[in-house]
């Protein structure tokens, strides 16, 4: 059998409701989030998936996610910074769903004034992503973290996404992807 890498979302938080733009921001977990992420931990158990490690973003929405799944499954975690969500500069606490933003997010180098760029994200994820790849202890992971963060790892693993299908991936709180390394 091979490794695999697991992913998830954090819980809903105040803006994920709201629609606005979370980025590096630090917003907390609605009372449905911590459900969500409660749920996520038992889901996990039922299923049986095999995880040996949680990694996750320092975020409170990440971290308190990682916490809630941690203690329901007794699976250890740990904060990654490197899964801090994108730094979308001037577009933090905006309404989500303006053409403006989703033309924006076609932008791969673009740093949205003082934040950063999907190439940095990118860089960023796939140092992380290689050096798990080729961590020698066999453990299979899963990443609390966020839909920026989601996008990337994405991409880590399917080479041929257009930048189109980049900037529409989205994943739903609290929603575990699978991937292989092998």
């Known amino acids: 059998m091979g490794r695999k890498l697991y992913y998830t979302r954090h819980g809903e938080s105040l803006w994920n409701v709201e629609n ?23 889901m996990i158990l039922e299923r049986k998936i095999p995880i040996d490690e949680i990694l996750c973003s320092p975020l409170s929405r990440a971290s308190e996610t990682a916490r809630h799944i941690s203690e329901i499954t007794g699976i250890p975690v740990k904060i990654e910074p490197s899964l801090i969500e994108q730094n979308f500069g001037i577009w933090e606490k905006q309404t989500r769903d303006t053409e403006e933003f989703r033309m924006a997010v076609r932008t ?75």
């Open 20 to 42: 606005k733009i979370c980025g590096q921001t630090d917003i907390p977990l609605t009372e449905h989030g911590h459900h969500q992420a409660e749920e996520t931990g038992r």
């Open 108 to 182: 791969y180098f673009d740093s949205f004034g003082t934040g950063e760029s999907m190439a940095r994200l990118c860089h960023r994820l796939y140092t992380l992503l290689d050096k798990l790849k080729n961590d020698s202890s066999g453990k299979n992971y899963l990443l609390v973290a966020h839909n920026g963060v989601a996008r990337a790892v994405k991409s880590y693993f399917c080479n041929d996404l257009t930048n189109e299908q980049y900037s529409a991936f989205s994943i739903k709180n609290c929603q575990i992807l699978e991937f292989d390394f092998d």
